[in-house]
Structures are given as structure tokens and as C-alpha cells.
């Protein structure tokens, strides 16, 4: 009866091995620090799977690399940028108002040259031959109109009194007062006609191929623009014009 006795309480109770299993387990559990476990960042990367690219929660992540930002840096280099731009814009402005000035300046002297000194014109038509041909190159000087210096003989640039945007290249043949033969000099009765106050009469050199005075009549003073007296093209006339070949056309009493 012990024997059962024993065999049978040794049924009710739990074997060994489980009983020690459970107090192994538990002394663990009791063990096991409250804090994290502190790992290294390759762990902790090798443990997220996210190959550290960023930091998990509450984590720092691995230090940055290159020039850490200088307190006060951003603020002085924005400065810098700005006085900058500001000088770079008052240069450019001032080359702007230096370069309008002197294009003002140097287009007034062209202005009072051209319009009181003279300048090159090249002549066209057939008009003027045999003294000038179509496009020679002759200087024309502007002081003589100014100062009333145009003489009989003299050859002038005008504008054409039927049309004013063009200009016309004529000898100026009577002055105010002058007596102009206008008929042929072959024709049996002349006539004549005079030059009124503050006008002159031009014809050109070619009579046979001149439209001039004697269709539109004298034209006023104050249409001549300069007298050329030199020609600079062809080489082979370089130097002072000829003489008309009309003498006889300058006074016919």
C-alpha cells in the first residue's frame, strides 16, 4: 500500500524537468534590464532593415558629413550677395548714362560739323558733265552759305524746290539782281529775266540734260545747303573743279 501510495501521489505532482524549465524562465524574466539594450548603429541599421538611412524612433542618427553650418554665416554671405548686386547694377547703370552721354555729345559735334563745317556727298545724274560724273565723290564745305559767301560759278548742293527730301548738285549761274538770258542764244528775239532778293539761279553744266532754273525758275537763298569745291574721287580728278564751261551763261547785258 506505500508503494501505491507513493506511485500515486507521484502522478499528481509535476515531473522535474518541467518545474525546473518554469524557474529558469522566470528567474530570466526577473533578470532582464528595464532600460534598452544599448547597440551600435550598424546594429541598430542591421535590425531595422532600413540599411541606416534614417534613424529609428528616439534614436540619433550617424553624424553628418561635411562643413557644419557657422552661426551667423548665412546671415553675413546674404549680405555679401546683396552689396554685390548693388554694385554690379550702379556699374552697369553708370557705363549705361556714361555711354548715352558721350552718344549725345559726339552726335552733336557730328550734328555741328556737318551742318557748319562740310562733309563728302557722292554726286548722281548726268547733270553736272562734263565737271562731275555720275557718282564722283566731292567734299562740300557749309561756311560759305552761312556767311553769304556763294559767288557766280560756283557749284552748290540745294534742296530741289519740287521735291524737298532730295537734293540737287547745280551751278549757281546770277545772284539777286542779275539779268539772265533764259531764251537761246540763237534765237533771234531774247528774253531775259531777273533774279529777285534772296534768290539765285542755277543751271547745270550739262544744258542739253539739266532740269534747273530755267523750268522751275530761282530758287530762295536759304535752300542751299554747301558749296563743293574739291573733288575726292576718281583719283584720276583728285583735286579743285574745273571751271564751268557755260561761262558765257553768268552775265548777258
Not at 539594450?37 to 541606416?52: P, Q, T, V, W
Amino acid at each position: 500500500m506505500g508503494t501505491l501510495g507513493t506511485q500515486a501521489a507521484g502522478l499528481s505532482e509535476p515531473a522535474p524537468s518541467s518545474r525546473l524549465r518554469a524557474l529558469v524562465a522566470n528567474r530570466i524574466e526577473h533578470s532582464l534590464p528595464s532600460q534598452p539594450i544599448a547597440r551600435s548603429n550598424a546594429e541598430k541599421c542591421a535590425l531595422r532593415g532600413d540599411g541606416g538611412l534614417l534613424p529609428g524612433p528616439g534614436e540619433e542618427g550617424p553624424p553628418e558629413s561635411g562643413v557644419k553650418s557657422i552661426p551667423g554665416l548665412s546671415g553675413a554671405r546674404g549680405q555679401w550677395w546683396q552689396s554685390l548686386h548693388r554694385t554690379m547694377l550702379r556699374g552697369v547703370l553708370g557705363k549705361t548714362f556714361r555711354l548715352v552721354g558721350y552718344t549725345i555729345q559726339y552726335g552733336c559735334i557730328a550734328h555741328c560739323a556737318f551742318e557748319y563745317v562740310g562733309g563728302v556727298v557722292m554726286c548722281s545724274g548726268p547733270s553736272m558733265e562734263p565737271t562731275i560724273q555720275n557718282s564722283d565723290i566731292v567734299f562740300a564745305e557749309n561756311l560759305s552759305r552761312h556767311f553769304y559767301g556763294i559767288q557766280r560759278g560756283d557749284i552748290v548742293i540745294a534742296k530741289s524746290p519740287s521735291d524737298p527730301k532730295s537734293n540737287i548738285c547745280k551751278r549757281v549761274i546770277g545772284l539777286e539782281g542779275d539779268k539772265i538770258l533764259t531764251s537761246s542764244p540763237s534765237d533771234f528775239f531774247k528774253s531775259h529775266n531777273y533774279v529777285p532778293t534772296g534768290h539765285v539761279w542755277l543751271e547745270g553744266d550739262n544744258l542739253q540734260n539739266s532740269t534747273d532754273s530755267r523750268y522751275y525758275g530761282p530758287i530762295p537763298y536759304g535752300l542751299i545747303r554747301g558749296r563743293i569745291f574739291f573733288k575726292i574721287w576718281p583719283l584720276s580728278d583728285f583735286g579743285f573743279l574745273r571751271d564751268s564751261p557755260n561761262g558765257h551763261r553768268f552775265s548777258d547785258d
